[in-house]
C-alpha cells in the first residue's frame, strides 16, 4: 500500500498548521487592536517625550499641579 | 502490509498530533470557567478598560489557565493513564509527547502573564503567575498527591481569575474582588468531593488520596455538608456590596437554599442507597453545583447593568 498524501499523518499536520496559523493571525491582530486602543486613549505619553512639551502637558495650561511636579528638562 | 502501516502509524504518532489534540492539553472545559468567572471580574469592575484591553485580559487569563492546564498533564500523565476518565487525553492516549506538554505549557505560561502584564498591568501579570505557579507546583506537584485536602486547598488556583480580572481593570485588590475569590474557593471542595463520591474506583486506582479513599465516603458526605454550610455567608455576604444587590441577593437564595437541601440529602444518605441508584443524588449535586457556580456570577454581571439598578432604586436597596 503506497504512502499516499490521503493519510492520516498529513491530514493531522495540516490541521496543525492550519490552526498554528489562525492562532497566530489572531495573536497578531489583537496585539494591533491592543496598540490602537492604548495609542488612541494617549494618556500623557507625548508631554513628556524626551523633551518637555508643555503644550500638552493639560496641567501647564491650567497651572494645576501636573506643572509645577513636571521637571526641568534641558536639551 | 496493513501490518506496516499499521505500525508507521504508531511509531509516527507522538510528534504528528492534531491541532485538537494540543487544544485538549488547555482543559478547554476548565478554561471556559477562567473565561467566565475573569470576564465577569473585569465587567464589574468599577473601572472600565477598553473592549480591545478587556477582551485582550480574558484571553491571555485564560491562556495562562490553559497553560496550567497542559503543566498539569505533563506531571499528571502516569496516573492518567490508570484513570479511566483521564485515559483518553492526550499524553496518556499517546497523541501528545510529555516533552511536548510541558514546553507548550511552559512557553504560554511566559506569553500569558507578559502580555497581560503589558495589556493591563503588571499587578494582574503577577498574580496570573502566581496563579499558574499555584496550580502546578502547589497542587499538581505537591498536594494533589500528599494530602486528602488537596482540593481544598489546591482549589485557591481556581478562584484566582475572577479576582485577576478585577485587578486587571482595577490595578487593586477589594473586598469585592475577594468575596468572587472566597465562592469559588468555598464552592470547590463540595463540588469535586460529589464527584469523587461516584469515581471513587478511579482515584483508588490511581492512589491519589481523595478524601473518599483516605476517610471514607462518610467522612466525605459530612464534608460536603460542612463545606456548603461554610459557603452559604460569602454567597450571600456579596449581595451587601458594590458587586451585588437585590437581583443577586434572590439569585443567590434560591441557590444557597437549593445547594444546601443537595448537601444535606447526601449527608444523610446510606452507601446502599447510593449505589442501588448509582449515585444519582450525588451526581445531581454534581450537576447542581455548575448551576450554582454560575447562576451566581450571572447575577454578578446582572447587577452590573442599569437595569439593576433601576429596580433596586425602585424597591429602595438600601446598601
Known sequence: MAFTREHDLHKRRWGRNAGLGLTLLAFVALVFGLTIAKVQRGDQMQGFDHTYQVERDPGARTGGAASQAAPEVSE | ?319
Open chain 2, 1 to 319: 502490509m496493513s501490518d506496516i502501516q499499521a505500525d508507521i502509524t504508531r511509531q509516527t504518532r507522538t510528534g504528528e498530533a492534531g491541532f485538537g489534540d494540543y487544544v485538549q492539553l488547555l482543559k478547554p472545559r476548565v478554561m471556559s470557567l477562567v473565561v467566565f468567572t475573569a470576564m465577569v471580574g473585569l465587567l464589574v469592575a468599577p473601572v472600565q478598560l477598553h473592549p480591545v484591553e478587556t477582551l485582550a485580559a480574558v484571553i491571555f487569563i485564560a491562556l495562562g489557565g490553559g497553560a496550567s492546564g497542559a503543566l498539569n498533564m505533563w506531571w499528571d500523565a502516569d496516573i492518567d493513564r490508570v484513570m479511566k476518565r483521564t485515559a483518553n487525553r492526550p499524553i496518556p492516549s499517546g497523541a501528545v509527547a510529555s516533552g511536548e506538554a510541558l514546553g507548550l505549557g511552559l512557553a504560554l505560561s511566559g506569553i500569558s502573564v507578559v502580555m497581560l502584564g503589558l495589556a493591563t498591568n503588571w499587578l494582574a501579570g503577577g498574580l496570573l503567575a502566581f496563579t499558574i505557579f499555584f496550580y502546578a507546583v502547589i497542587y499538581t506537584i505537591w498536594l494533589k498527591r500528599s494530602t486528602p485536602q488537596n482540593i481544598v486547598i489546591g482549589g485557591a488556583a481556581g478562584a484566582f481569575p475572577p479576582m485577576i480580572g478585577w485587578v486587571a481593570a482595577t490595578g487593586s485588590f477589594s473586598l469585592e474582588s475577594v468575596l468572587m475569590f472566597a465562592l469559588i474557593f468555598m464552592w470547590t471542595p463540595p463540588h469535586f468531593w460529589a464527584l469523587a463520591l461516584f469515581m471513587n474506583s478511579d482515584y483508588s486506582k490511581a492512589k491519589v488520596p481523595m478524601l473518599t479513599v483516605t476517610h471514607g465516603r462518610r467522612v466525605t458526605r459530612a464534608h460536603i455538608l460542612v463545606y456548603t454550610i461554610a459557603l452559604i455567608p460569602v454567597a450571600l455576604g456579596a449581595a451587601f456590596t458594590s458587586i451585588g444587590g437585590p437581583v443577586y441577593l434572590g439569585v443567590a437564595l434560591v441557590l444557597n437554599t437549593l445547594f444546601l437541601i443537595g448537601a444535606w440529602r447526601i449527608w444523610r444518605r446510606p452507601e446502599d442507597a447510593a449505589e442501588a441508584d448509582k449515585y444519582a443524588v450525588e451526581k445531581r449535586f454534581f450537576g447542581l453545583s455548575l448551576a450554582y457556580l454560575f447562576g451566581h456570577f450571572a447575577a454578578f454581571l446582572v447587577e452590573a447593568t442599569p437595569f439593576a439598578d433601576s429596580f433596586a432604586a425602585w424597591i429602595g436597596w438600601g446598601f
